[in-house]
């Protein structure tokens, strides 16, 4: 378990609130729960066809992965840099089906384009201080 300063530490690098947030075409949350980091990452897709939807939501799927990613790689250098210790993170809930989500935002009739929320949901066990 995370001592209290840890948990300070990990909550401010985390932060993406006011004005803090990645960029502007994609977002990551992070939510600390007991000893569970849970992530979400968001971003709005649009698909012309729904021939090509698939390989589209393949190719974001394979984006918000390396995402993710990226932000528990800085997230781990930043906390040894801060707190001198390393943050051991294991991965949990692999199920593609409860980690992905597509929610129809805009259609029209008249115009072919849809445009969708795509969100991703990964959870992390800290592994900091467990025996």
Known sequence: MLSSNEVAILGNILNSSWGRGD???YNCKATLEGNKLKIMYSTSA?????????????RIADESAARI???????????KE???????????DNKA????SLELVN???????????????ACFE???GSQ
């Open 97 to 100: 089906e409860n980690r992905d």
């Open 126 to 128: 800290i592994l900091n």
């Open 46 to 58: 649009q698909f012309a066809s729904e021939k090509d939807m698939y390989w589209q939501q393949r």
């Open 82 to 92: 801060m707190s001198g210790s390393t943050l051991k993170l294991q991965e949990t």
């Open 23 to 25: 960029s502007a075409t």
């Open 69 to 79: 990613a990226d932000l528990i790689k800085k997230s781990k250098d930043q906390f």
């Open 107 to 121: 259609a029209s009739m008249n115009n072919p384009r849809r445009i969708f929320l795509y969100r991703r949901f």
